[in-house]
């Protein structure tokens, strides 16, 4: 062989790794391009103009679906899906950093869910939350306040069902990433802060928080974008309201315009910006000194 000539494998694994990217960010880049046709424009090549003319018509509204108010659900469920991730993570992290009785079993049952289908977790917690319903209004009935039940709906909403639903899905992969986090961080940062007289508090806050500050800001671009997108954990135990990808997957069999391209873009976007805004901000915090 001669020397600086590539071995034929290199081709082949080339090969396929082209295949991977084409197959992964192609249907992107299709969607992308055809969000910008002209108002003549449809929902395949060739392109009949370019403009910003769909996303101005997503702007205005789609019909009877209402996406502004759909986007803003999505958005405030993903930032409460993201603070419950991160801190329920931090602190199963913390636990997990001492042997206590159960501490497998605990391990297990919270990552259960990663092999769980998501249709089933969906149907689970809408079926529990119906249950809790039936439950609540024998109750209210039984104790003569059946009068309550002229304003009450159902217990099933964005911030009960829907949330568990979301953080049935995000915190297993927030307690594998501090797991891993906390069995490479050494303990002699903590030992040397107690040797100076600090407290319990004074070491996690100047010492162990900063140092793994950026570890909990992956977490948190995780929690956010497994949130933003979610569609079968979410389908079944929503309730009454949607959020946007549900709105999304519902326009698909009626909206016939790039309309659908454009919102398509634009939630696609928000989850690149997320991630953007998470390495700038985890690029920040590791520039910052430690202070002891």
Do not use: N
């Given at each position: 062989m001669q020397e600086g000539k590539r071995p034929g494998s290199f081709y082949a694994l080339a090969a396929v790794f082209g295949a991977?990217?084409?197959?992964?960010?192609?249907?992107?880049?299709?969607?992308?391009?055809?969000?910008?046709?002209?108002?003549?424009?449809?929902?395949?090549?060739?392109?009949?103009?370019?403009?910003?003319?769909?996303?101005?018509?997503?702007?205005?509204?789609?019909?009877?679906?209402?996406?502004?108010?759909?986007?803003?659900?999505?958005?405030?469920?993903?930032?409460?899906?993201?603070?419950?991730?991160?801190?329920?993570?931090?602190?199963?992290?913390?636990?997990?950093?001492?042997?206590?009785?159960?501490?497998?079993?605990?391990?297990?049952?919270?990552?259960?869910?990663?092999?769980?289908?998501?249709?089933?977790?969906?149907?689970?917690?809408?079926?529990?939350?119906?249950?809790?319903?039936?439950?609540?209004?024998?109750?209210?009935?039984?104790?003569?306040?059946?009068?309550w039940l002229e304003s009450y709906g159902t217990a099933m909403g964005l911030y009960t069902s829907a949330l568990g639903a979301h953080l049935t899905w995000t915190l297993p992969f927030g307690l594998l990433i501090m797991l891993a986090v906390f069995n490479r961080f050494n303990p002699a940062y903590e030992e040397a802060a107690d040797d100076l007289g600090a407290t319990p508090w004074q070491s996690f806050r100047h010492v162990v928080l900063p140092l793994i500050a950026p570890s909990l800001v992956g977490v948190g671009m995780f929690g956010f974008t497994l949130s933003w997108d979610e569609i079968a954990r979410t389908s079944q135990a929503i309730g009454d309201v949607n959020t946007l990808p549900l709105e999304l997957q519902g326009l698909t069999s009626t909206v016939t315009t790039p309309a659908i391209y454009a919102l398509g873009t634009v939630t696609t976007v928000v989850s690149f910006a997320v991630m953007g805004g998470t390495l700038l901000l985890i690029r920040l915090l590791k520039r910052q000194p430690v202070r002891a």
């Open positions: 991977f990217v084409l197959f992964l960010y192609g249907p992107m880049f299709t969607i992308f391009v055809l969000s910008f046709q002209g108002p003549e424009g449809g929902l395949t090549f060739p392109m009949r103009g370019v403009s910003f003319h769909w996303f101005a018509k997503l702007w205005e509204g789609m019909g009877v679906v209402d996406i502004a108010a759909a986007f803003r659900r999505s958005v405030a469920l993903g930032i409460v899906v993201m603070l419950c991730t991160v801190l329920l993570s931090l602190g199963a992290g913390l636990a997990f950093r001492k042997k206590f009785k159960g501490s497998g079993l605990l391990f297990y049952t919270s990552v259960a869910s990663l092999i769980m289908p998501s249709i089933v977790v969906s149907l689970g917690i809408g079926l529990q939350f119906r249950l809790i319903d039936t439950l609540l209004k024998s109750g209210l009935e039984t104790i003569g306040l059946g009068s």
